[in-house]
Each structure stands twice: as structure tokens, then as C-alpha cells.
């Protein structure tokens, strides 16, 4: 993989101390600069043209959400968003961020978003990306829900995450809607996909999997195991520290304590 060239923004010392202890963990990941509010993150991107911006939301004087509406399109970085707050994470993402990660930042978590950011730089165009980022900003801080609506009507693409997954079984090709999928395991090289009552063996890495996922939607809970979130019915805590999930399809899922972080979003 290419590295990554980062830029972290923050208002809080400790909280760009923490994050950048996690960044140093993860591997093709070169931080460039680090800013303590938005005026100084502005004039670090001019400076630097980063890959990556962990951008934090709430921040006194420039918002997270104030800084892309300012940054200039020609260097417009990939954006991940800092958060204490779950709304805020759920709008960042509706703004296009590549994703965003929640405070305080796990290390299993803020990898995910890396790799997100990796797939999204290979995958994605990045003109394309800087346009829909900049418009959807301008919808989601300005006032008009209307022009949210007509772009959606006049069929403009607002994400990149795919409708369906193509899962080849032999000389046939199933194109599962991801909407259906209930939960994914993994068995070996292969991963389970469960969607609808039936089960699609794919021929992926779990990691390759997640990436291709809306992270608003999914969410690993065990090292081989990603649930859709909204079939959720049910959090039990063990006496072990860890949980037991039903979904509303009836399977029942061991969530390890590991990612607690998602247990906590989940309650």
C-alpha cells in the first residue's frame, strides 16, 4: 500500500497525543502535521496537500464542518472525523467523509478507518470525491433540505458504497443486495455472507470485505464475525465481559470484549 500522508486537527493536546500514539501503530501512515484548530489546519493543507485529514468536529471558533467548507478544491484531502458525539459522527458521515471515528479512539477502529481511507484512495476518483465532499457540506451546515432532496431525485450519486455484492458459486454470479445481509462470518479464506435466509460463500479477507461496507451500517463484533447493525434486537453482557446479540432473524452472536467500543454504540 502507498503511504498516507496525514495531518491530524484537534483542539485538545491529549486528544492529538492519543491519536497520534495510535497512528505510529499502524503501518504506511506518515503524519505531516499536527494543528490545534482550523485557521492552522487551512494553512496546513495549503502547505502540505495531505492524503488524509483526521479532522476533529467540535472545535471553538472553525468548526471540523467550517474547515471543508473552506479548504480549496484543489487540495482537498481525504477526510476521517473525530468524535465524542454519535450524532455528529452520523452526520459527519452523511457529508462523505471516507468515516469517522469515535473519542475515545480504539486502535482496532481507527485501523479500519486507515484502511477505508486506502481502498477509498485506490478506488475512488479524487476529483469526484472533492465535489460531492464540498456540495454535501454546503447542504448539510447551510439550510436547505430541499437541495439534499433534488439531488437525490435528479439521481446524483451522494456515496460510493456499492448496492449489491457480486459473489461468484461456481459458473453462477449471485448479485446480493447489501441491504439484505444480515451478518458475515469467516470460515477459513472464505467468508459467509449471510442475507435474506440464504448464505453466500465469497472468496475475500475480512478486511477487504469491511472495506467495501458502509461502516453506518456495519460493524465488526469478534475478529471474523460484521453484523448489520439494524438487526440488532437484543444486547445481553456476559460475566466473561462479553455480549450476546440476537438479531432479529434469530441468530445469535458473540460480540467480544475487544470491541466494546461498538457495544457502547449499540446500547
Known sequence: MTTLRTIIVDDEPLARRGLKLRLDEIPDVELLAECNNGAEALRAVAEHS??????????????????????????MPMVVFVTAFDQY?????EIHAVDYVLK????????????????????????????RLLDLVSNLTGESVAEVDRMIHDGEQLDTWPDKLTIK???????VPIADIDWVDAAGDYMCVHAAGQTHIMRIT????????????FRRIHRSTIININRVEKLQSQLNGEFLLTLNCGAQLKMSRSYKATARELM
Open 50 to 75: 495531505p492524503d488524509l485529514l483526521f479532522l476533529d468536529i467540535q472545535m471553538p471558533v472553525m468548526s471540523g464542518f467550517d474547515v471543508v467548507r473552506q479548504l480549496q478544491g484543489d487540495n
Open 89 to 93: 459522527a452520523l452526520d459527519a458521515f
Open 104 to 131: 475515545p479512539i480504539d486502535l482496532d477502529r481507527l485501523r479500519l478507518a486507515v484502511e477505508r481511507a486506502q481502498a477509498h484512495k485506490e478506488q475512488v476518483g479524487v476529483v469526484d470525491q472533492k465535489a
Open 169 to 175: 458459486d461456481g459458473g453462477e454470479i449471485h448479485l
Open 206 to 217: 475480512m478486511k477487504q470485505l469491511e472495506a467495501m461496507l458502509n461502516p453506518a451500517l
